[in-house]
């Protein structure tokens, strides 16, 4: 069990954490999100007693991290693949970290086995690649066997293979009843994973709830509907009794409907009554990352613009080929994502707008927090109205949610 | 357009790509899948002409990489976030780039701007985050206004925001009729991205398909029904000889069928249906199924060495053995 | 491609890395300081020189022995200019830019060579004016026969010294291993080499050694060296000329 109360963290003037008060629970997989530079890497090496917190404190099983006994043994930390000594091999890396703690040496060869790493155990880690890196972070966090266990962006450089078993390892140490507490910034990762998310923006606490309900929280569910293709008098005759009835519809790309407000059996039932035949009719979900994308807006750094290209538009210089023609070239926006309306882009990034960061560098750069300046809040950008939640046409061709 | 034609690559005894023959198309993101240590990498160095091959070609809209005229104005690539000089500020890192292959200077600012790097643009890259550097890369890529582009793993190190933003990138650049191809071991956010899959495995080509044929391929595809007249429907489509599975939630199953022809099972005996949908099997487990016998590092179950010294049956795990006693 | 494109773009290559400039600043400052040191203590030992030593006194080549480490911070430009694109990984944006790769490293290594040269001459005629200053009344005048030559030749031999590394680095890749490699080479084995009787006839073949001669304005006496200064010059292009072959055959061959 993780606990933070009232966890600030200032550098200077600025403020990367603000009164921050959360649990990890045990037996659970907490994913923990946030934009970058939120605020996140810092909350977790406050955890680890890496850095101090400026007020507040955090606490792992009751003890700040530095009193906790025998530390090593309670709490395993994937931090940063290469905090490794790179001339070191693997095995002895491990050796290293075990006899720190007292933890016998065959339990170095036990996690090289649980991470596939036993056969390049004794070379030198420098020759690693991230995937094999991140392995070797992982094989250190569950040396000692610690019942609690961080992990930052685990899944970083590994193979489609390595993502599989970290996910399992993860569900599996939870279902132990060890705590897990897991930073991802890949969405559609962490909705496989964690069942509780903690998400942060500007350094402060934005949700602490479990997945399924950020999502329903921060989006609607809707139905897809499709009618037959030979007939698209039925579509057009559903369409209309759907919207009279209450429900939002919306035309998708390959010609079914995305209907929201009204529940499975109740379209069901005005499809009979209008006499329509069904040829689909399925849940879904929005994504975790529709939602977590609509609850951070304007705690976002580094927003991306339109590319003006207006350079390439001019004649190149004498000698030098100019690009094929292109489709759309020379349009202000041909690189911008399809405009809201089109139903394409649900969370609009707000285009050729300064973004919301007026002081340059990231936090991890050693920069000041953009953030946290005691500054006017987000701006909450009105570019992004709340609408109703349309993903990208093509999401939910290839991404049922439950066909797991 | 970028065709491999019996692209191979030898070190010393490795066979590190073998006889690759595939063409890359204009119009659609093309996703290039594989195992560590497929070849994916070596594949995308040869196409840029940084490897030679062992035999075969790689034309670039039908040409050696090496003929192009200015290359960054036909394939802009990003291949490592890191390839760059770290005490050299990103706007002299892409200005040198731009300057190389005859790009005019306004459009260093163009692409900064629009990879929202604008603000740090004097910066030393050596201070940026993996994100940033990867905006960089992105940046650099995009720089020469190319037909072809290609990423290697670009989500690498961004933030959601920037997954978002690089997979409509991708998506609209297709979209205009370039070709887009990039590789990426995030199935999740392949299939949110591709359109189109090349996967490799131990050098060889095992599948050039698109993303619905490779996923109907390589795994079970079936359709979930829910209704109220649950019995009558169970004996409407035994009779229509369609094999059906009840799930666990009262849902049924029904594999390898057409939702269309159960829609119209259904309407034609006046069955109330609440639900009718297609399942498909994840991106992720298709890919599981097609390359379950080519990868490299094997994580392993997790037996202990020797039986737990206190086996206590309700929390056996490894570890029990010294850590508990 | 128009190679001068490529020019133009390793220019803003080199100027825009903090190591081009603290490499040649300190290649300036070390050569002038030390040289204008050793001057000034030359002066004061003159009176006390043997007969041998006082005929044999070469103002000119003594206001450049600021260069025996000066050449070493010539040394570290000329290796870093090239093996910072394999270091860093940019090496692979490089040619992915620039597949012709002759014309990369050469067009890399005019624009590097040029740069040095400007400064090795500057270096050069400060080192000379000031190193002069320092000796009072020994010293010599740019208008004296030969002298005007050492001091242009002070200036070529820094440039070929960079040119020579970087054909090295060009070969080897990493800084590290080209450092290792020049750093004591030019500092300690070339020495060695030429002090051991029994070497010394391989030693001045070696590219300061014979290089150095183009500064020397007085002969030795005895000196039994079998080739002139310009004869030492080009042997000392002949290095460089190999280096820079060496490289580019393996950056030809290699893959990058």
Not at chain 1, 160 to 171: A, F, H, S, T, Y
Not at chain 1, 302 to 314: A, E
Not at chain 2, 96 to 115: F, H, M, W, Y
Request: hydrophobic share 40%; with cysteine; net charge neutral.
């Amino acid at each position: 069990m993780i606990e933070a109360v009232g966890l600030t963290k200032r550098y200077g003037d600025k403020t990367a954490v603000y009164n921050l008060s959360f649990q990890v629970r045990p037996g659970a997989v907490t994913g923990f999100l946030g934009p970058n530079g939120s605020g996140k890497s810092t909350t977790m090496r406050m955890i680890l007693g890496l850095d101090n917190p400026t007020a507040g404190q955090v606490t792992i099983g009751g003890y700040p991290y530095p009193k906790l006994p025998n530390a090593p043994r309670q709490v395993g930390a994937l931090l940063d693949a290469k905090a490794v000594h790179g001339g070191r091999s693997a095995r002895s890396h491990l050796l290293c970290l075990a006899q720190l703690s007292g933890i016998p040496a065959r339990r170095v060869d036990e996690v090289l086995g649980v991470v596939g790493l036993q056969e390049v155990a004794r070379k030198r880690s420098k020759g690693f690649s991230l995937g094999m890196g991140q392995r070797l972070g992982i094989a250190a966090a569950l040396l000692g066997d610690p019942q609690v266990l961080l992990f930052d962006e685990p899944v970083n450089g590994l193979d489609p293979e390595g993502i599989l078993w970290v996910r399992n390892l993860m569900k599996a140490l939870a279902a132990e009843g060890r705590t897990v507490f897991v930073s991802s910034h890949l969405m559609s990762e962490m909705a496989l994973t964690a069942d509780h998310l903690i998400v942060i923006g500007r350094g402060q606490l934005l949700a602490d709830m479990s997945v399924k309900d950020f999502i329903s929280a921060n989006s609607a569910d809707f139905a897809r509907v499709r009618t037959p293709d030979t007939e698209p008098q039925l579509r057009e005759k559903l369409t209309s009794a759907l919207t009279e009835a209450g429900g939002h519809v919306l035309p998708e790309q390959d010609g079914a409907l995305r209907i929201t407000g009204l529940p499975l059996p109740r379209i069901s039932d005005i499809a009979h009554d209008a006499d329509v035949r069904l040829w689909e009719l399925s849940p879904h979900q929005a994504s975790l990352e529709e939602a977590y994308m609509r609850m951070t807006q304007g705690a976002v750094d580094y927003r991306s613009t339109v590319d003006q290209k207006s350079g390439l538009m001019q004649p190149l210089p004498p000698g030098a080929q100019p690009p094929m023609p292109v489709p759309g070239q020379g349009q202000p926006d041909w690189y911008a994502p399809p405009p809201p309306q089109q139903g394409g882009q649900p969370f609009a990034m707000p285009q050729g707008q300064p973004g919301p960061y007026g002081a340059p560098g990231a936090p991890g750069a050693g920069q000041p927090n953009p953030y946290a300046q005691p500054a006017p809040a987000a701006p909450q950008t009105p570019a992004a109205p709340p609408q109703p939640p349309v993903s990208a046409a093509s999401a939910d061709l290839t991404k049922p949610e439950d066909a797991r | 357009m970028i065709e491999l034609e019996g692209l191979t690559k030898r070190y010393g005894e490795k066979l590190a790509v073998n006889n690759l023959t595939c063409t890359v198309r204009p119009g659609m993101v093309t996703g290039f899948l594989g195992p560590n240590g497929a070849g994916k990498s070596t594949t995308m160095r040869m196409m840029l002409g940084l490897d030679r091959p062992t035999a075969g070609d790689v034309r670039i809209d039908g040409k050696h990489y090496d003929h192009l005229k200015d290359p960054l104005t036909y394939i802009g690539a990003l291949l490592d976030a890191k390839a760059m000089h770290g005490g050299r500020s990103a706007f002299n890192h892409l200005l040198c780039l731009a300057q190389s292959n005859g790009i005019p200077k306004r459009r260093v600012a163009e692409v900064l701007d629009t990879v929202g790097l604008t603000a740090v643009a004097k910066k030393k890259a050596k201070g940026f985050s993996l994100g940033m550097g990867q905006r960089l890369g992105i940046a650099g890529a995009l720089l020469g206004d190319p037909r072809i582009l290609m990423f290697d793993e670009p989500v690498n190190g961004l933030d959601p925001e920037g997954i978002h933003w690089i997979r409509n990138l991708m998506k609209s650049l297709a979209a205009q009729g370039r070709t887009v191809f990039v590789s990426s071991h995030l199935m999740s956010e392949m299939a949110l991205t591709a359109d189109h899959l090349v996967v490799i495995g131990q050098g060889r080509l095992l599948a050039d398909t698109s993303m619905s044929d490779f996923i109907e391929r390589n795994s079970r595809s079936y359709i979930r029904i829910r209704s109220p007249q649950r019995e009558r429907l169970l004996d409407v489509l035994h009779e229509a000889g369609v094999t059906v599975v009840e799930s666990g939630s009262g849902a049924l199953e029904v594999d390898g069928g057409k939702p269309e022809q159960i829609g119209e099972l259904a309407a034609q005996h006046q069955i109330v249906l609440h639900e009718l949908s297609p399942q498909q099997a994840s991106l992720e487990e298709a890919f599981m199924q097609l390359t379950a016998e080519s990868v490299e590092y094997h994580a392993h179950a997790d037996t202990p060495h020797e039986p737990p010294q206190e086996p206590s049956p309700a929390r056996q795990h490894w570890g029990d053995g010294w850590n508990r006693s | 491609m128009a190679a001068i494109q490529v020019v133009r773009s390793e220019w803003t290559k080199i100027r825009s890395v903090a190591s081009t400039v603290w490499t040649l600043s300190l290649a300036v400052v070390v050569t002038v300081a030390l040289g204008m040191l050793i001057s000034a203590l030359s002066r004061h030992e003159f009176d006390k020189m043997s007969i041998k030593d006082r005929l044999s006194f070469d103002p000119t080549f003594i206001s450049f022995a600021g260069m025996s480490l000066g050449q070493l911070a010539m040394i570290v430009f000329g290796v870093l200019v090239v093996s910072n694109e394999y270091s860093t990984g940019m090496i692979r944006t490089s040619l992915a830019a620039v597949p012709q790769r002759g014309t990369f490293l050469f067009s890399k290594i005019a624009v590097a060579t040029g740069l040095a040269l400007a400064v090795g001459m500057a270096t050069g005629f400060v080192a000379f004016f000031l190193g002069q200053a320092m000796l009072g009344s020994h010293r010599a005048s740019i208008g004296d026969p030969h002298v005007l030559r050492a001091v242009i030749g002070g200036g070529i031999y820094m440039t070929l010294i960079a040119v020579f590394s970087m054909g090295v680095a060009a070969m080897l890749r990493s800084p590290m291993l080209s450092l290792g490699i020049l750093m004591p080479f030019f500092f300690l084995i070339s020495n060695i080499l030429g002090n051991v009787d029994a070497t010394k006839k391989i030693g001045r073949f070696l590219p300061d050694q014979a290089g150095s001669k183009i500064m020397q304005v007085v002969p030795r006496i005895d000196d039994d060296t079998p080739y002139g200064p310009y004869g030492g010059l080009g042997i000392m292009v002949l290095w460089a000329l190999a280096a820079l072959l060496g490289g580019y055959v393996l950056l030809k061959r290699r893959d990058a």
